[in-house]
């Protein structure tokens, strides 16, 4: 589930501080708002929660303004920091939209954003509050389907070198996953127009997990999976990248199953709401 609070919220009964106040609030309040998020998602029987917006966008304008913990990347560090640990002893938290909306304009629901941006640049900027977010044990890491094209001409989501980076360089050892694949078949762009292709290619590229929703139906999910699986056949997709996604995927299951039972045991600790 992507239980942001306030503009992204699939629980209406979640009534706690989401973004467009805790920016401009004190880090202390996104710990506990997302303590209290965390404890509804988790009562509501959802063990995974794509709500962490770590992007940084200055722009007031862009899309994700709203959804956005802090608009400079130390705020939005340190609140995607808070977020994370607030969440992260009752559900699975994800950090999004790797590597950052920030630096690069315009809204990926329609669109593929890219930026000139340099890894240098992003490592000082954009970088700081996804490099945060691990450091406070976020257990997934949502790639976003924009550009940096100083790094890799293709979307993040389908790069291999941005999974590099956030493996390699920042550490980062939790499940990889996509942000929605029909976003791509959204763009108009006649290189992400086959739905099986882009769920091979991003799993191939390091993603653990894929996600699809938008243009998807009730046959989707398996020619997606029968996709993958003849790419491994043919020798296109190595079987051990797919041993690996699924071995990392297996390991938060099992470390979700143990939440699962301490939370049933400690239900009566949850914040109120």
Known sequence: MDQEGGIVSRLPWDTYPASPTLKSRPVAETAAAFAARGALVARAGITVDFGTV????????????????????QSAADRTAAATKGQEHVVASTLKHFPGHGAA?????????????????????????????????????????????????????????????????????????????????????????????????????????????????????????????????????PADRLADAATRVLALRLQLSDTTSSWSVCGDCAPAG
């Open 54 to 73: 770590a992007d940084v966008p200055a722009d007031p304008g862009s899309f994700i303004f709203g959804r956005a913990l802090g608009t400079d990347p």
């Open 105 to 237: 304009p315009g809204d990926s629901h329609h669109a593929i954003p890219s930026t000139g941006m340099t890894k240098a640049a992003w490592r000082e900027a954009d970088g700081l509050p996804f490099a945060a977010g691990i450091e406070a044990g976020a257990s997934l890491l949502m790639y976003g389907h924009l550009a940096y094209t100083a790094v890799d001409a293709r979307p993040a989501s389908l790069s291999a070198e941005w999974h590099r980076i956030a493996r390699g360089e920042l550490g980062f050892d939790g499940v990889s996953v996509t942000d929605d694949l029909g976003m791509l078949l959204s763009s108009g762009d006649p290189a992400y127009a086959d739905p099986v292709a882009n769920g091979v290619a991003a799993v191939a590229a390091g993603n653990d997990l894929v996600l699809m929703i938008a243009g998807s139906d009730a046959r989707t999910a398996g020619e997606m999976a029968a996709g993958i699986a003849a790419a491994v056949d043919a020798g296109t997709l």
